[in-house]
């Protein structure tokens, strides 16, 4: 089965900057796009910034600037670098890859088990 395993989370001063990263293992035939997500609580998941298997990236407003996304097809990896951290950066941070196990297979969405980012002083 596929899993995606996150890292890199942590607590960080604002204005800090921390690296996640994400890795795809398992039944893998292809992976489509990657990309990350954000809760916080008491609020609605929402997309943080995604690429795309050619390498076309895209990112909520609130990020463009400060984020930037990557992808390490050779490792299935997923990296999100946040630079210039605001305290409304805090959240749990989810992978989240669309990957085909065979090529008689669906796409499917996966989800890693998220990573906590607080940004605090």
């Known amino acids: 089965q596929v899993q995606l395993v996150e890292s890199g989370g942590g607590l960080v001063q604002p204005g800090g900057s921390l690296r996640l990263s994400c890795a795809a293992s398992?039944?893998?035939?292809?992976?489509?796009?990657m990309g990350w997500y954000r809760q916080a609580p008491g609020k609605q998941r929402e997309l943080v910034a995604a690429?795309?298997?050619?390498?076309?990236?895209n990112y909520a407003d609130s990020v463009k600037g400060r984020f930037t996304i990557s992808r390490d097809n050779a490792k299935n990896t997923v990296y999100l670098q946040m630079n210039s951290l605001k305290p409304e950066d805090t959240a749990v941070y989810y992978c989240?890859?669309?990957?085909?196990?065979?090529?008689?297979?669906?796409?499917?969405?996966?989800w890693g088990q998220g990573t906590q980012v607080t940004v605090s002083s």
């Open positions: 398992g039944r893998i035939f292809r992976i489509n796009a």
């Open positions: 690429v795309t298997s050619g390498g076309s990236t």
């Open positions: 989240n890859a669309q990957i085909k196990r065979s090529a008689y297979a669906y796409w499917d969405d996966y």
